[in-house]
Each structure stands twice: as C-alpha cells, then as structure tokens.
C-alpha cells in the first residue's frame, strides 16, 4: 500500500508535519517494504489553494491515505473526490505514524479539522484536536476600561482585555470556509500597536477576498453543472481493460479504448492511479443537460 505523511524532513526519523497543505515535505512510502520517496512540497509558498495543489498532487501518485497533523476543507473535498482516505491529528516521527497505521491504530478523518487557511504565515504547529467540530464558534473576548474581562462569549471565548470582557462567537456554519481567528482591537489593544494592527486587518481582508471568489467560482460551478469527471486520452489509451475493473461506479467500457460514461462517473479517481499508461484525467465537465 501507497500511503503519503506529510513531514518536516526528508526521512522517516523526521516528525509529523501538522500543517497539510504547507508543509515542508511529503513522504510517499511502501507501508509493506518501508521504500519511500521525499517531496518537498512546491505548495508552501502559495499565497491561497496550497491544499488543494498539494492534494492534487497526492492523486497524482497515486496515494491511498494520507497522514497529517491537520486538514482543511477545500483539500478534504479534493481527497474525497479522489477516494483518499485522511487521518489527522498525527504526531511524533514519520516511522512511528507508519507503524501505527499498519497496526490499526488510526482511523479515517469524517470531516477537516482546521478551517481554510490554516497555516498561512504560520509556523508547524501540534495538530488541532478533532473534539471541536467545524463550524462551532471560537469566541474573542472584547476588553473595555481597567480589570480583566471576565465575559463568556456564545462561541466559548473568554473576554482577554482589560475590563469588562464581552466574548463574541465568531462561528462559521458547516461547510463554510473560515479565516480563522478575527482581530481583536479592543482587547489587543495593549499588545499591538496600529502598525500591527492594521497589517493583521489586512491580512484578514485578502483572506476574505479570496474565500468570495472561491465561493463564486464554487456556486458558477454548480450553475453550470460542472463537475469532476474522468477524461480518457484516446491516443495513450490502449484498452487494456484495468480501469472498467477498479471502477467502483460502473462507469467504464472498452471499445478499441476506454469510454466514460459521465453520467456515472463520480470523479473518484481510482481509474487515474491505476491506469498503467498514465491516459485518464480527472476534469471538470459540464454533465447532463
């Protein structure tokens, strides 16, 4: 079995990377003969959609699971479309992490753990416990005139400044990407300064810009009936038949070369890793009338 972890280091003795999408290598690796490939992820830099790049390329060689400290939505809903199974909250070295997933340990993630954009502009952390689902608020204590705030916010924040603390619940609904945490003007107010403040507001706002043309790029998408569909390449194709057997749908026959039927197809990839001429795809088409 093909599995991927992702790592702060090229070898096995190296620990668990927490982030997915940034982190600095993955380690493909032969769970029955320990052989393993590093990568170090040409993702970590991007500015947004280092997830979904960085799962893109885990369908692309063809992985079966991945283990990592923490996942996103956008990479969850690339793995689930591809048939990856993801395990989070993975800690300790990469060695230790493989043997535990070939002892049973471990088991498969339901949702993400982490909110989009996690990791961006900051540095490996421990993995994010699973117990808090996404979507329950986190609230931000607002601090006003001198004391400590004291207030408990709906999200289960606790007011931070000084005074008289208002928690706010910053929740998102299920399902929506979220920035992360909001700043805190008021009750921050005697740890940054406006400079500071100002560049974090900032931040928060490019965050926000590109979580609205996700989300329009996402609704244009389902407007238009496009989804993710496999592609057969006619000219690399040579009919040998492996991609109708692996196909969990039914969704493929061979005549002279593969032909999908779109209709059926849903896009989980399973053709694409196991097609020894490398000749289907995965691409969004429009499907159905």
Known sequence: MKIAVTSTGPTLDDNVEARFGRCSYFLIIDTETMQ??????????????AGIQSAQLMSEKGVTTVL??????????????????VI????GPVRNAVEQ???GVF??????????????????????PTSAPI????GMGLGMGGGRGMGRGMGGGRGMGKGMGRGMGMGTPTGM????????PAGDAGLQNPDQELAQLKRQAEMLEQ?????????????SGRRAVAVVDSEKCAGCGICVDVCPAGAIEVNQWAVVNEENCTGCAACVRECPNEAIIIAQKKVGK
Do not use: M, W
């Open 177 to 184: 990407p979220s920035t992360g945490p909001v700043a805190n």
């Open 107 to 128: 088991s498969s993630a339901s949702g993400p753990n982490v909110a989009s954009h996690f990791g961006v502009d900051a540095a490996p952390t421990e993995p994010t």
């Open 211 to 223: 979580q609205r043309q996700q989300l329009n790029q996402r609704i244009t998408q389902l407007e």
């Open 68 to 85: 990592t400290g923490n996942c996103g939505p956008n990479a969850f809903n690339v793995f689930g479309q591809a048939g990856i199974q």
């Open 135 to 138: 979507g329950q608020g986190r």
């Open 88 to 91: 989070v909250s993975v800690s």
């Open 101 to 103: 997933f070939k002892n």
């Open 36 to 49: 393993y490939e590093p990568i170090e992820n040409p993702n970590i830099a991007l500015g947004g959609g």
